[in-house]
């Protein structure tokens, strides 16, 4: 996640705390993983027919709770398609081995040698420095809140990163792919977290390049499943800076108070997206399929494919902000599939609250969904993302039983207030703060839940995806935030999905 968007959240999170109402919160106990209402009380025979699930076509509705406090509305039309039998299976994460680990670089260096990640050097450094110290591109957002403690402890951060840099590039160490003690890169202080560095001396990570003998070598990074250092498998293949659309739907969902340079700096991500790849969408994706075939990755389906656009030349945190040539080519994203569903990775959480008291079933996944995402030009592959690699274990059941839409629709509904009212403030709700929610995205897919007596391991259910932009008033002034969020609801029982 970005530091915009680290930023917004913080924002968003401290103005809610402080204005956030409260109703009285029914006394039920909090339930994770727990077998009442869950899958193993609702498994069916398999059948050749639909399920009913009474999915209006054009969802329009109004939901109001607590006297107006929180008000759903919806005008979307739903493409959901008809639904047969949902399996249950049991995963695992997996552990690569060093040999497995070994495979997967060398199909991707393709016979170049790999050199452990070198330091950045002061002049890059400082360059990216600049970049943010004025507030240029992507940091334009950072402006209005400059003299805020965390700005300013950013900013000293980079001065002394900077005085720490080398002046000069090091001599490549060459390597051989196996697990070694996780890596930190400047990026990943700079952020202040990673998903391929964790803070052990376990050895779990890796984090190389490979000589292709470019200015901006491409990036093998590695983690793997470690429950201390409380990290997952993933591993990623990356060359210079590519992004999709999804990326910059997010960073053009703003309002209208981001400054011009940011907004001129979106317009022009998406001016260097909107060129014509020069490699079909049907030659993209079957490029990717071979990928699969290649390193014998099973059970994943094709869900989704998206433009892309980027360059080999530049690494910039500022994400495509500097004067480089940039191609276009597809962005294609592969899930586990079951039945005639596919995976869903949930990555974000969806409101703000204490979620210790919410009074109703919450499930809390180890891992989340296993994905694969690849980038894709008529030069090749420029990404391969692998997140949450995981092992298929045994079936819990060939069919289950899921909820009808208008109780799913109130497990939505009730679960937005609780978690609202999760923070004590029944004296701001007698004073008018309202919250409305509208509803801008639905999709029916699989993802992660607590596998029932088994803590390590977790069971691939079906689950309603609710994404939703949020506005409040308050004493007459009308508020929305930037940024849409997502809520996870267990298509069988309603249960509330977040990740650890």
Partial sequence: MNRRIIITMCITSFILTNLTACVKTPEEKIVTGKKKGSVNENIIPTSKNPKELDIPEHWTDTIEKSDGFVTIHADYEMNIPEIYNTPVYTYEMKKLSNQELQRLCDYFSEGNQIYRYPKMIKNELKKEQEKIENFQGRWANFEV??????????????????????????????????????????????DGQSDFYYDTKDKIGLSVRVDKGRNVDPVIRAVNYDTKAGSVTRFQYQEGTYID???????????????????????????????????????????????????????????????ATGSTETESWGMLDEECEAEAGYSIYFYRTEGNLTGYETTYSGVYGDGSKIPETVYAPKFGTESIQMIITKNGIKKFRWNNISVKKEKIAGNTKLLPFNKIKEKLA???????????????????????????????????????????????????????????????QVNKESLPFEVTLNAIDGGYIEIE
């Fill in 245 to 307: 659309e999804r990326t910059i739907e997010r960073l053009d969902a703003g309002s209208e108070e981001d400054p011009p340079e940011y907004k001129s700096w979106v317009e022009k991500l998406k001016n260097k997206i909107s060129g014509e790849p020069e490699i079909t969408e049907d030659e993209a994706q079957k490029k990717a399929e071979q990928v699969l075939k290649d390193l014998d990755i099973i059970g994943m389906k094709l869900q989704e494919c998206v433009r």
């Fill in 414 to 476: 009730q679960h937005i207030l609780y978690m609202q009212i999760s923070d004590d403030g029944e004296q701001t709700k007698k004073e008018g703060l309202k919250f409305t929610y509208e509803i801008r995205d639905v999709k029916l897919r699989l993802g992660n839940i607590s596998a029932y007596e088994d803590p390590k391991s977790v069971w691939l259910v079906p689950v309603w995806v609710f994404e939703m932009d949020r506005s409040w008033e308050y004493k007459e």
């Fill in 145 to 190: 809140i400059a003299s805020a403690p965390n700005v300013q402890n950013m900013f000293k951060q980079l001065d002394e990163m900077v005085a720490q840099a080398p002046d000069k590039k090091e001599t490549p160490q060459y390597v051989t792919a196996k697990w070694e003690t996780p890596y930190q890169t400047e990026r990943d202080k700079f």
